[in-house]
């Protein structure tokens, strides 16, 4: 009895295979990385450190902007191919 | 249920074709050589066995032609993933190269505007001279709805 237990337990096993197997599509490594947090302006009296602080937070967002582009071109891009397997 | 059916195609197909043909013959032979003694007299015994092995070879015969469909359907799906895979990383090469175009352009920009604002310090610093309170509201504004 045991014996039979055993294997058909075995023959349980022996049937779980996915016949065909898809891979999660990879995402671009430059687009795995978070926004940095914006950049503090420095105790200073001088317009022209406040201004270079801002250039550089309108750059981060401007990055971080296209990043989120990207994201949103990556998920319709291979929506698109996903959905054309069937 | 299922595991009988995996034993059973671990048969090759051959065995059943060749089984379904004896069968038919046998079948046959029960009515048509009845000068033969031993099937004269198993005459009864070869109808039913024989009409049992037919029902069960045709049985396993639709069984292999409906695997054979799902293997088809197997290959072509596994055809059409291994495209899909492919143009997924044409797709993901695509992006990355839009993607570092883009960034690269922001960032020769603000080099650009650094310098600008570097070269032109005397000048924008000589009419505005900025509260320590402007600094602060705009540090706070900075962080605003930041994930702690």
Request: hydrophobic share 50%; with cysteine.
């Amino acid at each position: 009895m045991k014996t039979l237990v055993a294997v058909l337990l075995l023959l349980s096993l022996v049937g779980c295979v996915t016949p065909v197997k898809r891979e999660f599509p990879r995402v671009p490594e430059q687009l795995m990385t978070k926004c940095p947090e914006l950049l503090d302006v420095p105790p200073t009296t001088k317009l022209s450190e406040v201004l270079t602080v801002v250039t550089k937070n309108y750059g981060q967002y401007q990055e971080c902007s296209i990043k989120v582009d990207s994201w949103l071109d990556w998920y319709n891009e291979q929506k698109k191919i996903f959905d054309s397997v069937k | 249920m299922w595991q009988i059916m995996w034993l059973l195609s671990l048969v090759p197909d051959f065995v059943y074709h060749i089984l379904l043909i004896l069968a038919i013959l046998a079948f046959g032979a029960s009515y048509i050589l009845k000068m033969v003694p031993f099937i004269t007299t198993n005459a009864f015994v070869i109808r039913i066995a024989s009409a049992l092995l037919i029902v069960f070879c045709a049985w396993m015969e639709g069984g292999i032609a409906n695997e054979a469909k799902w293997k088809a359907r197997v290959a072509e799906l596994e055809v059409k993933v291994a495209k899909a895979e492919k143009e997924a990383a044409e797709a993901n090469g695509k992006i990355q190269t839009v993607y570092v175009d883009r960034v690269n352009t922001v960032k020769e920009i603000q080099y650009v505007t650094v310098n600008r604002i570097a070269k032109d310090a005397a000048k924008i610093d000589k009419t505005c001279v900025i509260d320590p309170e402007a600094i602060s509201i705009l540090n706070g504004a900075a962080h605003v709805g930041v994930k702690k």
